[in-house]
């Protein structure tokens, strides 16, 4: 992405933050994976939105009106030596001449330098809790400069939330977003064909879940954006189920949660299908049930509506269809109310997407749902689920469950399905599996 993207978002929010403020925004930590080996790096999605810089060991800080520059960047230095165990560092010179950072330091010097940039400003806008280690940094440097005062320097006396204006921003997509996000997504659909072609019963679900991830790699999206989640039968009907180590059997669907990362940019997709290629009778009508509900909130996805339409519009659906299937009984709209429905639908219908895959951004303003906006991203996902032992449900529909999922984009005058390259209607499945 250009790093004047970056300074587009950086100078936006310098105008929040005015002119009394100063906004500090540490890198995410190194997680340790056992002994010596460590997790492979991902910065923190608030850092990155606003850095581009992708190094462990930093710290932003935002400092409006300074003659300097407002934009500081404190990151490790060049190290010949450890750059030759784990690459090259931007060190100071690349922070500012690649990163468009005004002024660059050594972190070692963060100390130092750090407590002097809160002298005389009233606001600091932190997220206090997120690194415990570092609030308590914090609280020191402004101890520090409390203790100044009798000199006529003063300390700040208000903490804001840094996430609440960078979250709101992150809810709208720019173009370099979306066309990150649609390479997610095209990615991510290939590799759930991928998937669709390679099942067979007897396979296991890792080997499965081995075909999406080597479609992600191949086509440079290096990490899935989540933990894949690939649960055949009765394993579908565990919402967040991802330990993907039993076998698939004959009979039995397979439900596939899986989205790729491309430059930290998720796609999230569901798709469910039948193992041996064919739906039977009654998983093709709860099926086409929930492609029928996930067709009708699609729908609702335009600017205008609230963020709860297409939930709503997805209820409608499944339960006249749970009805008419006689799954439940009763008028719908009074089973609507009853939330009769939420033993085979408990989810909510979508979630924003974007850097992390359950993205940032408030669902409703004040005690409203929030109107839908051009650049907003979100997930549609309806679902249904029948584990054994369901109460008064005949044993056929037993061990059923299904979600389909896509990531839609709200445009100006409607929507665009971004993951719309992964099959989804039952012939087009059953065609692919058969080919």
């Given at each position: 992405m250009?790093?004047q993207?970056?300074?587009?978002r950086?100078a936006?929010l ?8 100063v906004?500090?925004?540490?890198s ?11 997790y492979?790096y991902?910065?923190?999605s ?5 850095t ?8 932003a ?8 520059g407002?934009?500081?960047l ?10 030759i165990?784990?690459?090259p560092r ?16 050594p972190?070692?010097?963060?100390d130092n330098?750090?407590?002097?940039l ?5 606001t600091?806008?932190?997220?206090m809790?997120?690194q ?16 100044k005062?009798?000199s ?13 204006p960078?979250?709101e921003m992150?809810?709208?997509k ?12 095209v ?8 998937a669709m072609?390679?099942c ?8 499965v879940?081995a ?13 899935p954006a ?5 649960g055949?039968?009765a ?7 991802n ?5 698939l ?7 596939i ?5 491309f430059?930290?940019?998720a ?7 039948p193992?041996n ?15 029928a ?11 205008g509506n609230?963020?709860?339409e297409?939930?709503q519009?997805a ?6 269809g ?6 439940l ?14 033993p ?15 993205d ?7 005690k ?14 309806p679902?249904?689920?029948i ?10 529909w ?36 058969v080919?």
């Open positions: 250009d790093k993207e970056f300074a587009k950086r936006h310098v105008r929040h933050i005015g002119k009394d403020g906004a500090i925004l540490p995410a930590p190194q997680a340790l994976r056992n002994r010596d080996s460590e492979p991902r910065p923190d608030d850092f990155y939105y606003l581009g810089f992708a190094e462990s060991d930093a710290v800080v935002l400092v409006p009106g300074r003659k300097e407002a934009y500081i404190f990151c490790r230095e060049r190290d010949p030596k450890m750059e165990w784990n690459g931007a060190g100071q010179e690349g922070a500012r001449a690649l990163y468009g950072a005004d002024e660059a330091y972190i070692s010097e963060l330098i750090l407590p002097t809160l002298e005389n400003r009233r600091v806008f932190y997220d809790g997120r415990p280690a570092f609030d308590q940094q914090l609280l020191g440097w402004i101890n520090r400069v409390r203790a005062s009798r006529g320097v003063r300390a700040p006396v208000v903490f804001s939330s840094l996430s609440e960078v979250h992150r809810l709208f720019s173009t370099a977003e979306v066309a990150a996000m649609r390479r997610a997504a990615v991510s659909a290939a590799a759930h064909r991928r072609q390679a067979k019963p007897g396979m296991m679900e890792y080997q879940e075909e999406l991830l080597h479609e992600f790699v191949r086509e440079g999206c290096r990490f989540y933990n894949p989640i690939v055949g039968g394993n579908a009907c565990t919402l967040h189920y330990d993907n180590n039993a076998r059997n004959d009979g039995e669907l397979l439900l949660d899986a989205g790729a990362e430059n930290y940019y796609a999230d997709i569901t798709r469910t299908f193992v290629g064919r739906f039977s009778p009654e998983q093709k009508a709860l099926y086409e049930l929930v492609l509900a996930q067709s009708a909130a699609i729908d609702k996805v335009r600017p609230h963020w709860n297409p939930h519009a209820v409608r659906v499944l339960t006249a749970l009805v008419k299937l006689g799954l009984s009763g008028k719908p709209a009074q089973l609507i109310k009853d939330e009769s429905y939420r085979f639908y408990m989810h909510r219908t979508g979630h924003w997407l974007g850097m992390d895959v359950h940032v951004g408030d669902y409703k303003a004040g409203d749902w929030r109107a839908l906006e051009p650049g907003m991203v979100l997930t549609v996902e679902g249904l689920y584990p054994a032992g369901s109460a008064n449900v005949p044993k056929k037993w061990n059923i469950g299904i979600r389909i999922e896509d990531d839609v984009l709200v445009t100006k005058h409607g929507n665009d399905v971004l993951t719309r390259g992964a099959p989804k209607t039952v012939a087009e499945i059953e065609a692919l599996m080919s």
